[in-house]
């Protein structure tokens, strides 16, 4: 089943030079992919992970997100698009640094209006999943940089997303963190077959994606299936 | 809950900087309470005191006797004799007393000086002004005492002539002679003479330099107005009643013929006092609490500023507009209302101490007295200022939310996230 599917998919930077950062990508992620888009810094990997996120606009072309055209849609509809169907894991972590673990991974799931009770189980199955479960009082300042993405990760797939986007999710990660957030989203791909979409420099993230979509000048070079 | 928990916690994120903010909200609100209260102070102080020892709450006169002063514009017998009977009958009358005013001149051996002579019942002038407890030298008229005795401001001794200065005390020449010269009901110049019996000393030394008192038995018959009567005042014991419009439209039905005025008409200028406290209230607080906003406003700019990445991820996530919006402009009210309770309770703590003990002012008291003031202002503000001064501080908190709220609202969230 397709989960995203791009068409001839353009996004253009204008200046005095203009910038063509994705260039005519169509793309489709199936269903419970666990996949790497990987190329050189201005390659148009984050520009187009964005729009597939509808956090930016294509200039042209069109996505396709569980079969809804999201380039049709309102600043507003985009919002809420986002709310139901994607969860974010950001290179830095951002979580509120005023909430708990706890409160952190629970707050997508009020923006969505979730029972308490629903919440509270969710919250205890995903911090159990990503091994912190006894952190969960904790603020972000009072945990480690893998401990702060592995809660990220529990937050981006609290409101059971259609799939998750991770932005250089291990940059600021050392290698035995990242080698356990990279277990945690792979065990977490199969087990609820979420669908995971990086971009990444990282050889250790390429290494354990079951699919790599090289990007260069914007244009799709190489796509791999492992 | 979510949004005001994060709200809430967001203002402590930066202790330091929040407390400055908190704590400049706090000085400036008590600063602006306490100095309109100190405001408020000499201003009423200065309205009770003229109407208690000057005015009263009610004058009653014959027609245009006011504007014209003449001696033969007086209320006659008859009326003033009913007048006075039904006033003082009326419950509501705390004091009630007759007088004849007449413009003259005060003379002594060294000086002659305009003054306006009032002739007093004594006994009633004492329950109406408390004039006895401001004599500083003599005695007070006596009904059935020497005739001829006159009360004379301390100022106006001074400029007679009728002082002498020994070391640092003033002694006032009690028994000496001052003729008033003034016009009767013909036209006549009258000069009569009398001995200083009593000095004066009220809160104010205008009033002080040109006022004289002497019983109405020994001026009446010089001027020539028998048993008539020049102004009635009254005092109520509930204040308000002066400002009951059904009672005053009563009363004037009743004396058709005569002016029947209270003490704002009198004294326009205390009533635009009065009145216009509470738009000096606005427009006073205003320009604190506009200070106050940029301050505000200032310091949320930073703190949107610091936290563009995690606006971004909000944003991001799903937070909706309306959602970031009320969580800044919450976080921006948190920060002022928290100064504010802390500023108007400190304000009021030292409104009401200073109401009790005063603040000595004697320092400027040659100056202040003047104007009618007294040397110990008790610092004093109606609550409902309290009131209207937390819808000021809730109003301005708002205001200053709405430039970081919408500075927030532009970021693109795809580049926010990515902010460094």
């Known amino acids: 089943m397709k989960v995203i599917e791009t068409k001839n998919l353009n996004k253009v930077y204008s200046g005095v030079v203009d910038v063509h950062a994705v260039n005519n990508v169509d793309l489709v992620i199936e269903a419970g992919e666990f996949t790497a888009v990987v190329g050189p810094s201005g390659s148009g990997k984050t520009t187009l992970l964005n729009m597939v996120g509808g956090l930016d606009r294509a200039t042209s072309g069109k996505i396709y997100v569980g079969g809804e055209d999201i380039t049709q849609l309102s600043n507003n509809q985009l919002i809420d698009f986002r709310l139901r169907n994607i969860g974010f894991v950001f290179q830095s972590y951002n979580l509120i640094p005023v909430l708990t673990a706890r409160e952190n991974v629970e707050f997508v799931m009020l923006l969505q209006k979730r029972s308490k009770a629903e919440r509270a189980a969710r919250v205890k199955e995903l911090m159990a999943a990503v091994g912190l479960e006894e952190r969960m009082k904790n603020r972000p300042g009072q945990l480690s940089g893998g401990q702060q993405q592995r809660v990220a990760v529990a937050r981006a797939l609290a409101s059971k997303p259609r799939f998750v986007l991770a932005d250089e999710p291990t940059a600021n990660l050392d290698s035995v963190s990242t080698a356990t957030l990279l277990d945690i989203m792979a065990e977490l791909n199969q087990k609820e077959n979420t669908t995971f979409l990086f971009s990444t420099h990282d050889q250790r993230v390429i290494d354990r994606a079951r699919r790599v979509i090289t990007l260069e000048d914007g244009k799709i070079v190489s796509d791999e299936r492992r | ?420």
């Open chain 2, 1 to 420: 809950m979510q949004l005001i928990r994060i709200a809430w916690r967001n203002i402590w994120r930066s202790r330091v900087r929040s407390l400055v903010v908190i704590l400049a909200v706090a000085l400036g609100l008590w600063a602006g309470v306490f100095m309109l209260a100190f405001s408020w102070g000499i201003n009423s102080q200065r309205m009770q005191n003229i109407i208690e020892t000057k005015i009263s709450h009610v004058q009653v006169h014959a027609p245009e006797f006011r504007d014209e002063k003449e001696v033969g514009k007086f209320i006659s017998e008859t009326q003033s004799q009913q007048l006075l009977g039904d006033l003082s009958a009326d419950e509501r009358v705390k004091a009630v007393a007759s007088r004849l005013v007449l413009t003259g001149m005060a003379q002594s051996p060294r000086a002659g000086l305009g003054v306006q002579i009032n002739a007093i019942a004594p006994e009633a002038e004492a329950a109406l002004t408390q004039l006895p407890e401001r004599l500083i030298a003599g005695k007070y008229l006596e009904k059935d005492g020497r005739a001829m005795r006159i009360l004379i401001g301390a100022k106006l001794m001074e400029k007679l002539g009728l002082t002498k200065e020994e070391g640092d005390s003033t002694i006032y020449g009690i028994r000496k002679s001052v003729v008033l010269k003034f016009q009767d009901t013909q036209g006549q110049t009258q000069g009569v003479k009398f001995k200083v019996q009593g000095v004066f000393k009220s809160q104010d030394s205008r009033f002080d330099a040109s006022n004289v008192y002497v019983r109405m038995d020994d001026l009446a018959q010089y001027a020539g107005v028998g048993e008539g009567r020049h102004q009635i005042a009254l005092l109520f014991n509930d204040p308000q009643t002066a400002e009951d419009s059904t009672y005053l439209q009563a009363l004037r039905a009743e004396h058709a013929d005569l002016e029947i005025e209270n003490w704002k008409e009198i004294a326009p200028d205390l009533k635009l006092v009065d009145e216009s406290f509470s738009v000096t209230v606005t427009i006073f607080m205003s320009v604190i609490l506009l200070a106050l906003l940029f301050g505000i406003v200032n310091t949320m700019m930073m703190a949107i500023l610091e936290r563009t990445r995690e606006l971004g991820m909000l944003m991001a996530v799903g937070m909706n507009r309306a959602r970031v919006f009320g969580m800044i402009m919450l976080e921006t009210f948190f920060l002022t209302m928290v100064g504010a309770p802390i500023g108007l309770l400190a304000a009021y703590g030292s409104v009401s101490y200073f109401g009790n003990v005063g603040i000595d002012i004697s320092a400027f008291a040659e100056g202040t007295a003047q104007f009618g003031v007294s040397s110990v202002v008790y610092t004093s503000l109606e609550s409902g200022y309290y009131l209207q001064i937390t819808l000021m501080v809730a109003v301005t908190a708002l205001i200053a939310a709405i430039f970081p709220a919408r500075r927030a609202l532009r970021l693109n969230p795809a580049e926010a996230v990515r902010a460094i």
